[in-house]
């Protein structure tokens, strides 16, 4: 466990280093969840056992025992600073994949180009607000660059994203959570990352 002071306050950093690691994973959570959610712990799975170090992000609101995410520029000033640290320190030389689940897939769309990443993993990207598709989030989405995988349940509430130039898209059983077929969700990550991460 690592503590990052950061702009928004303390957050907290779940480090699995891998032996020999190839490239490095940092991950953020749900607005209302956390870093135990269980498609995080099953991509963190899947990661490790593809050979790269794994960091998942506890936002300062959810350290603070606060259950409403802070407002986005601070859930972006805060992870941009621990995306920061571990880069210049425990994750240094490595190619950093970043992402996150929900609310901290979009945190990790949106500070893409102060990360350094090489890729984007989206897990339950929300597109819009539950039942209001005219509350869009997808220019979020569509303003990542990278190659970017999305692992979206095909009744998912937030809607579904589409495919785009680098982005592929996988549709698996359930909703929002993604805990309806964990197989799936490993399967789809582990292929991409293979690509991604040579």
């Known amino acids: 466990m690592l503590e990052v002071d950061t702009p ?8 699995h280093v891998g032996a020999a690691p190839r490239a490095a994973l940092v991950l953020g ?35 603070a025992g606060r259950r409403s995410p802070a407002p986005a520029p601070r859930l972006d000033e ?9 880069g210049h320190a425990e994750f240094e030389g490595l190619p950093l994949v970043v992402g ?14 102060e990360s350094g990443a090489v890729a984007v993993l989206c897990l339950a990207f929300p597109v819009h607000a539950s039942g209001r598709p005219e509350k869009t989030r997808a220019h979020e989405l569509d303003a990542v660059e990278l190659p970017t995988l999305v692992v979206q349940g095909e009744r998912d509430p937030f809607g579904m994203p ?6 592929r898209v996988v549709s698996v059983p ?10 799936a969700v490993r399967a789809a990550v582990r292929s991409w990352l293979a690509e991604v991460v040579r």
């Open 8 to 15: 928004s306050g303390l957050a907290r950093v779940q480090l």
């Open 29 to 63: 959570h749900g607005a209302g969840g956390g870093v135990d959610a269980p498609d995080l712990t099953a991509v963190t799975e899947v990661a490790l056992e593809e050979h790269l170090s794994v960091a998942l992000v506890e936002q300062p609101y959810r350290v």
């Open 78 to 86: 805060a992870w941009t600073a621990v995306v920061e640290r571990l």
């Open 100 to 113: 996150g689940r929900s609310a901290g897939a979009r945190v990790a769309c949106r500070t893409v180009a």
């Open 162 to 167: 589409a495919d785009g130039l680098n982005r």
């Open 174 to 183: 359930g909703n929002h959570s993604l805990s309806a077929d964990l197989d």
